[in-house]
């Protein structure tokens, strides 16, 4: 590969601030980590840089390399559409006068920009668009943008409902360093149930909430941000063997996961996200799913048609109806109370090295280069 000899560097570009434990930004740092065994690696950010030293960066996300982290926008708050553009052009300005050996784009608007100026680059997107965004993506049919565009989705049905060419698109789901995770051998487990992730609409707290009710012998541990929990759980009595831990680093949750006898992924049939009035069922790539798998414990999860080309019944996980609580909580307890069930964990920590950040960033390559 021609970038892997190749002393310009690969430009990165996003939208998030530092710090940030949201997937989307673990997902950025961890390919950038990855590109970085290849290539030196700039990352444009449009937030203003703050005392968050990249030392610090690279212990709460276990980064293993180092790269450049940029900001040439400096805003102090959350972008509109016209601060997007203003990012954009500044970007266009920038790599105009840089040598580099590739860009990949997590900003929609900077690739368009960059694109109708002639600079070729990769344009990756996880989620359908709306608004402003969704008028701003029809740029991509000019045919001057299309000629330096390519397109990294998550699933095929995205790439159905963006409308895009299968002869510049390719398919890549996330990915999980499996070595951040270390094997529990010391057969002593936290005697409960755990879910680590967002608690949007969909994600399954309502269904771990009437799990809870139901057996109130077994003990479930939450892990994420309180305040995406929904407004009616403010109303409501929560058992006593529901505990919400509170947000933890990424870090923090290759530690704790592996400890925990049973991982649940309880997602409903419609699953939300931060952006209102998106459901991500049909097209959804998790990152808590391959975080599960690299725990190495056993995964309970919907039997959701999205993810069930990793997820395989009673191979590396339990597959059941999202809201069929007398089967999950029967499933459950076999796990929690029986020993013979170790096997879902392994097989899972086995599979999953195919999904690998590392395998990811090496495919990207071959496809820009193509």
Not at 45 to 74: A, G, H, R, T, W
Not at 146 to 164: P, S, T
Not at 213 to 225: M, Q, T
Not at 229 to 238: G, P, V
Request: charged share 25%; with cysteine.
């Amino acid at each position: 590969m021609k970038i892997f000899k190749s002393k310009n560097k690969i430009i990165y570009i996003a939208e998030f601030s530092l710090p940030n434990m949201s997937a989307y930004a673990v997902h950025v740092l961890k390919m950038c980590d990855n590109f970085s065994r290849f290539s030196k690696v700039e990352l444009i950010l449009p937030y203003k840089k703050n005392k968050y030293s990249f030392s610090k960066i690279k212990k709460d996300y276990n980064l293993k390399n180092k790269f450049e982290i940029k900001s040439v926008f400096n805003s102090k708050s959350i972008l509109n559409l016209f601060d997007r553009i203003v990012f954009a052009l500044k970007i266009k300005s920038y790599v105009k006068n840089t040598q580099f050996s590739m860009i990949i784009s997590r900003s929609i608007i900077p690739s368009l920009i960059l694109g109708y100026y002639n600079i070729k680059n990769i344009l990756e997107i996880h989620t359908e668009l709306t608004g402003a965004t969704k008028c701003f993506f029809k740029l991509k049919n000019i045919k001057n943008v299309i000629k330096n565009l390519k397109f990294i989705v998550i699933n095929f049905e995205l790439v159905k409902i963006l409308g895009l060419n299968n002869n510049n698109t390719i398919i890549l789901e996330d990915a999980v360093e499996a070595n951040d995770f270390k094997t529990n051998n010391s057969k002593k487990f936290i005697e409960a149930c755990a879910y680590s992730g967002s608690f949007a609409a969909g994600k399954g707290i309502e269904i771990i909430y009437s799990l809870a009710k139901k057996s109130p012998e077994i003990e479930f541990h939450a892990y994420g941000n309180i305040n995406t929990l929904d407004k009616k759980f403010k109303y409501m009595s929560i058992p006593k063997n529901l505990h919400f831990m509170g947000f933890v680093s990424y870090n923090k949750v290759t530690k704790i996961l592996p400890k925990y006898k049973l991982l649940l992924m309880p997602y409903q049939n419609k699953v939300g996200v931060l952006i209102k009035g998106i459901d991500v069922s049909k097209y959804f790539s998790p990152l808590k799913l391959f975080e599960y798998m690299a725990s190495g414990r056993p995964i309970i999860a919907s039997n959701l048609k999205v993810y069930r080309n990793i997820l395989k019944h009673n191979h590396n996980s339990i597959l059941l109806k999202q809201n069929n609580i007398t089967a999950w909580t029967i499933a459950i307890k076999k796990i929690m109370y029986k020993k013979n069930y170790s096997y879902l964990g392994k097989n899972a920590k086995n599979n999953v090295k195919n999904y690998s950040w590392k395998l990811r960033a090496q495919k990207i390559i071959k496809f820009y280069e193509k």
